[in-house]
Each structure stands twice: as C-alpha cells, then as structure tokens.
C-alpha cells in the first residue's frame, strides 16, 4: 500500500449562545464543493493549531478569538484518496465580532442533533457524536 501525505487541518465548533454549532458550506469550485463543514483550514509552515484557527476563523468569518477560548474536543483520523487527513476539533464559546460569511461560503447555526441532516465530507461525521454528546 503506497503511504499517503498526511494533512494537518484544525477545525473549530463554534457554539452559540442557544448551543448551536456553525458549520459552512464548501463553495463551488473548490474540493468538496456543497458539503458541510466546521470552519478551520491548513496549518502553515511552523503555526500551531491554535494559531492556525485563530488566523483561519478571522479570514473565513471575521471574528477574533484568543487562544484561551479555544478548547479540544476530539479529532478525525481519515484517510482519503491521495492523502491521510488528521484534523483536532476544538470548540470555542466566545469570540469578538458578527460571524459574517467572508468567502462566498453559506454558514448554518445548526443544533447537534440535526448536523447529520447536513451532508458532510467523510472526515467530519465522526465529530458529529461528540457535539451531541456534549451540547445536547
């Protein structure tokens, strides 16, 4: 079996007031388009996860949040294709700024329990479980 690259991508459940999670839709034209996930993104060369989310969540949405909001929940472990995909979930409360939809994306505050109704890339269903278990 030939050995995969493996991709570092932190995600972040961010979670409301009501204990909604946001979630964003992939948009055309990139992979994955029209599925469902947390927002985050690609670790560069020499951030930690935290920075990462922290740099990722204002790009995509607009906000700031400070690591000491960002708490880890869990983590995916999948293996596409062409590459291994692991990717630590964290989920933060508080953040400053209106969640604004900065990439063309669509957004949906979601509760846990409906997020299976949102179809989702195959690395993220297994996080679903753990928001359940933890909001509901």
Request: aromatic content about 6%; hydrophobic content about 45%.
């Amino acid at each position: 079996m030939a050995e995969l690259k493996l991709t570092l991508v932190v995600a972040c459940a961010l979670v409301d007031a009501d204990k909604r999670v946001l979630i964003a839709q992939r948009p055309e034209g990139k992979t994955l388009a029209g599925l469902w996930e947390f927002p985050g993104g690609k670790l560069e060369p020499g951030e930690r996860p935290e920075q990462s989310l922290i740099r990722e969540l204002h790009e995509e949405l607009g906000i700031t949040v400070s690591e000491p909001c960002l708490a880890p929940l869990t983590f995916a472990s999948h293996a596409y294709e062409t590459f291994h995909l692991l990717m630590p979930l964290y989920i933060c409360r508080r953040w400053e700024g209106t969640v604004t939809a900065r990439e063309g994306q669509t957004l949906a505050w979601v509760r846990a329990n409906k997020l299976r109704d949102y179809p989702m890339p195959p690395a993220d269903i297994p996080l679903i479980p753990h928001l359940i278990d933890l909001l509901m």
